[in-house]
């Protein structure tokens, strides 16, 4: 048996060791997750339970492999929302956050809206939108099996009355199945061909499926942009994430589509994240 504290450097000195980024971090929330609270509130001089110490130390050993400690955990926070995830679904990002508070800051004096989350994932993105906006009619569309189970265990975790569809968004017989929309949020995926070969060990555990977005990165923005354009009521937006290098290409995108208004809002780093397109009375 081992004392609580030469378990707990041991395991934050194996993952200094192995390149792990915020190792301290890591440590601790492995460490929450089997013995159900952090350190700092145990007598860390009193000895593990034997069975325990075996499961932290082999999730340790997941996390040395650069599994995502979102995908060990099983769950994360997404805007103060739990959400599962796991293999097969994309890990929420406090990057996309400025997606949220986006829509949010556009929307918050509005009643009764008609929402669409396109590629939805783990469904992060709507689901934080239906808790702080007055959302009437929320759709979440994702086509990947996986996700789709995850989207359903997220939909249930936060008491959503979020509609899902299973589908390729891309696909104009799902387009035509879905109602007109005064918003439509979509964190698409945006990895180009070089961003592909160059993936953080990490990121490779993510699907690249919804990585992807062609040898540009840029396939999603402009098949979205046009086959949703009249999907949106007079006066609705379409809000995209983007890469910090992809603001002027989609901002092309959406004009060459008769998108008014169309603006980048950097994120908390300074750097361009979401692109809003209007659908104005006079959009042709």
Do not use: P
């Given at each position: 048996m081992v004392k609580f504290n030469k378990l707990f450097q041991n395991?934050?000195?194996?993952?200094?060791?192995?390149?792990?980024?915020n190792a301290y971090f890591d440590a601790k929330e492995l460490f929450s997750h089997v013995f159900g609270k952090e350190p700092v509130y145990f007598d860390m001089n009193a000895f593990a339970d034997e069975e325990k110490q075996n499961a932290f130390e082999s999730l340790i050993n997941r996390?040395?492999?650069g599994e995502p400690l979102q995908y060990i955990l099983g769950e994360w926070e997404f805007y103060s929302l739990p959400i599962k995830v796991g293999k097969g679904v994309l890990i929420p990002r406090q990057d996309t956050e400025t997606l949220v508070d986006t829509a949010i800051r556009l929307y918050k004096n509005k009643?009764?809206?008609?929402?669409l989350d396109l590629c939805s994932g783990s469904g992060c993105?709507?689901?934080a939108l239906e808790k702080n906006l007055d959302i009437k009619k929320l759709i979440l569309v994702e086509k990947s099996k996986d996700a789709v189970e995850y989207l359903k265990e997220n939909v249930k975790l936060n008491n959503s009355k979020a509609e899902i569809i299973k589908g390729d968004v891309l696909s104009e017989d799902i387009v035509s199945r879905l109602p007109m929309a005064d918003l439509l949020v979509s964190n698409p995926p945006y990895l180009n061909d070089d961003d592909m070969k160059n993936l953080q060990t990490e990121v490779e555990f993510e699907p690249s499926d919804a990585l992807f977005g062609g040898e540009d990165g840029l396939d999603f923005y402009r098949d979205i942009a046009s086959l949703y354009k009249d999907k949106l009521n007079a006066g609705g937006c379409l809000l995209f994430e983007i890469g910090i290098s992809q603001g002027k290409e989609v901002s092309r995108i959406l004009t060459d589509n008769g998108y008014k208004n169309v603006r980048v809002i950097k994120d908390l780093c300074n750097a361009d994240r979401?692109?809003?397109?209007?659908k104005t009375n006079d959009s042709t």
């Open positions: 395991a934050k000195s194996r993952l200094v060791k192995n390149g792990v980024e996390r040395i492999g009643c009764g809206i008609t929402a993105i709507g689901l979401v692109i809003i397109g209007e």
